[in-house]
């Protein structure tokens, strides 16, 4: 212990309850789910398809720093291969999930893979080709020479009921003249199915929330960018639907809390379990989850 400069002990404040929307919808898509990936903290392997996705969201980041007149397919195109070089470098694990043409790889290249039928590693030239069609199709759905965002990947956070803080980064906010919020979430996957769709709209309802309690406006527009297909998910909310939806969330963190104290966290099954990653720790696999974490991590995980 140490002694703070006013004579009495240093004591660390305690940690502030946190969530974002992504642990959040993993508790509403599967209890299971939420403890393995937040509690047990155990490993996923990162997907090719997850890698490009990212790969993507880098681009659209940096096409936004030139200027209007040269956002062009041309111009995003070029980005990409830089781009993959750096978060490559950045984590170089990433490189495993392409071929370099020494081994055996996948003539196409083919997403939406569910867990447990792994398909062959792409080339890199298919890889980057892949990400170079997605842009394609982003620049068919919106021109970004008419667009000057006011924030990019922007983290924002918001305190609920006076002790939980919800959080989470934003692909892109557009502030118009008149000072209309349109949140942008860019989707790498194909056209939405009904579950994914409502799990989207669930983690843009969490931004509009933060942007409402933080900034006192709501959202003219939730908008989804679906890249590969070239379609466009606008939702747009009010004020009584977010009450709602801040109930919801408080209710969710209160059940994370309830099932961490009594170490119950039970699988939901439902068509989202072909794509998880953890099949082989779940009963209705024939898995078996690990022992609990003790001492438990119990603070709620962002």
């Known amino acids: 212990m140490t002694i703070g400069p006013d004579g009495l002990p240093d004591v660390e404040p305690p940690r502030q309850a946190t969530l974002s929307p ?26 090719a398809e997850q890698a490009r996705g990212t790969l993507v969201h880098a681009v659209l980041e940096q096409l936004f720093d030139l200027p209007a007149a040269q956002r062009t397919p041309a111009a995003a195109a070029d980005l990409v291969a830089p781009a993959w070089q750096r978060l490559a470098a950045a984590d170089p694990t990433l490189a495993d999930l392409v071929s370099d043409g020494s081994s055996p790889a996948a003539a ?62 934003i692909d892109r906010l557009d502030v118009s003249p008149a000072g209309d919020l349109r949140v942008v979430d860019y989707k790498t996957g194909g056209a939405p199915r009904e579950a994914f769709e409502s799990r989207a709209l669930f983690q ?44 919801t969330v408080l209710a969710l963190w209160r059940a994370i809390v309830q099932a961490t104290e ?15 990653s953890y099949q082989a720790y779940c009963p209705q696999y024939g898995g078996t989850p690990p022992p609990f974490p003790e001492p438990a991590n119990e603070s709620v995980s962002s």
Request: net charge neutral; glycine share 4%.
């Open 108 to 169: 196409a290249d083919s997403s939406d893979q569910p867990a447990g039928h792994a398909s062959p590693r792409p080339d890199l030239d298919t890889f980057l080709a892949v990400a170079r069609e997605l842009l394609s199709g982003y620049f068919t759905i919106e021109d970004p020479r008419r667009l000057e965002p006011a924030e990019r990947e922007s983290l924002v956070n918001a305190v609920v009921d006076g002790e939980l803080l919800i959080r989470g980064y």
């Open 262 to 276: 009594n170490r119950d966290f039970r699988p939901k099954p439902s068509r989202l379990c072909d794509w998880c």
């Open 22 to 47: 992504s642990r959040a919808a993993d508790f509403k898509t599967c209890p299971l789910l939420y403890r393995l990936r937040s509690i047990d903290r155990l490993p996923e392997r990162t997907t």
């Open 204 to 247: 843009l309802k969490f931004y509009a929330l933060v942007l409402w309690r933080t900034r006192g406006v709501v959202p003219r527009v939730l908008r989804l960018l679906y890249l590969r297909d070239a379609e466009i998910c606008d939702y747009t909310p009010d004020a009584e639907e977010l009450e709602r939806f801040e109930r």
